[in-house]
């Protein structure tokens, strides 16, 4: 579904590329950490495409953001770091009353530099 909002806004392969990864990845995390191992939630993904790009939003109404405990093996938060990397801006915030929304701007080609 982004890569469809997306292409129908004349983004090319390249952006579309990278809003799905994008999504992926917000949404990988939410379904790890946003609810507890035995309770399902809902997760909610959303485009907004325009000339310049695409802002993606992934929203769950889960326990929010928690710290996480250093561990031995690799980062828990590579997802971030790579959602990062991927897009102009990012925001993560905690909702009012419970869960985590992750908004991602990603530009089309020349309009990053813009």
Do not use: C
Not at 9 to 27: C, P, Y
Not at 63 to 88: F, K, N, W, Y
Not at 93 to 104: C, F, K, N, S, V
């Amino acid at each position: 579904a982004i890569a469809d909002a997306a292409a129908r806004a004349g983004l090319d392969g390249e952006t579309v590329a990278k809003a799905k990864l994008v999504v992926s990845e917000a949404f990988s995390n939410a379904a790890a950490h946003a609810y507890p191992e035995d309770d399902g939630g809902r997760i909610e993904v959303a485009a907004y495409p325009d000339a310049a790009g695409i802002t993606v939003v992934v929203r769950d109404r889960g326990e929010g953001l928690r710290p996480t405990p250093a561990s031995d093996g690799a980062s828990e938060r590579l997802g971030l770091v790579l959602i990062a990397a991927l897009a102009q801006s990012t925001r993560l915030r905690q909702l009012p009353g419970g869960g985590t929304e992750l908004r991602a701007d990603i530009f089309a080609g020349d309009a990053a530099h813009a």
